[in-house]
């Protein structure tokens, strides 16, 4: 059985890196063409995609936030890391893990997700 | 980056009628090499994660009532709920998943009549 589940500080300052840790199981992300990814959804608004990162090391970013996102592995621990640099108020939402399906090819499951509020 | 666009916003539709709701993308979905259209469909429920409901356009994710179908191909698609029932009630999102970035519809609120 595949679960995701993320962690992260509540609560971060204005222009603070926020570092989200996804800690996965039930699959290895050194299966061929397995992903583990990242969305986030403001508060009462539309879901977005923010990065990947599969099993071949290959990473890929959403092109507006690609400057201030970091996605890394750690295959021996089963988490992956995703850092955010230069929080801002309007980051402030829910962050999800999720596991991207090697024959479904999207999102198949979801962790519960983690709340991060961005606040001076 | 691909733009989803869904219709209607919101619908309120009684128990046990037919819910439609509409997907349109900015540009083509459909692979002619995988014959196949990058188009999932997501449920969401108030304090959960979303939940797939259908991938590949038109593929019933495991577990899936079959009330749940979506349909189309291209550029627009529609997920239907054949018998709407209490349970259904939530937030349903589109995504592609063809070209560069995936992206997400806006989103459309089920509720009960």
């Known amino acids: 059985q595949i679960t995701l589940k993320e962690s992260a500080p509540t609560l971060e300052k204005p222009t603070q890196t926020l570092t989200l840790t996804c800690t996965f199981s039930?699959?290895?992300?050194?299966?061929?063409?397995?992903?583990v990814g990242w969305i986030r959804q403001p508060p009462g608004k539309a879901l977005e995609w923010l990065a990947v990162?599969?099993?071949?090391?290959?990473?890929r970013y959403s092109p507006s936030l690609k400057t201030r996102l970091t996605i890394t592995k750690d295959t021996s621990k089963n988490q992956v890391v995703l850092t955010m640099t230069d929080m801002d108020p309007v980051d402030t939402g829910t962050y999800y893990c999720v596991h991207r399906s090697t024959l479904k090819g999207t999102f198949d499951y979801w962790g519960q997700g983690t709340q991060v509020t961005v606040s001076s | 980056d691909i733009v989803m666009t869904q219709s209607p916003d919101s619908l309120a539709v009684s128990l046990g009628e037919r819910a439609t709701i509409n997907c349109k993308s900015s540009q083509s979905v459909f692979s002619s090499f995988y014959n196949k259209n990058f188009l999932s469909w997501y449920q969401q429920k108030p304090g959960q994660p979303p939940k797939l409901l259908i991938y590949w356009s038109s593929t019933r994710e495991s577990g899936v009532p079959d009330r749940f179908s979506g349909s189309g191909s291209g550029t627009d698609f529609t997920l239907t709920i054949s018998s709407l029932q209490a349970e259904d009630v939530a937030v349903y999102y589109c995504?592609?998943?063809?070209?560069?970035?995936?992206?997400f519809g806006g989103g459309t609120k089920v509720e009960i009549k």
């Open positions: 990162i599969y099993w071949n090391d290959d990473k």
């Open positions: 039930g699959f290895s992300l050194t299966t061929d063409r397995v992903g």
């Open positions: 995504q592609q998943y063809s070209s560069g970035p995936p992206t």
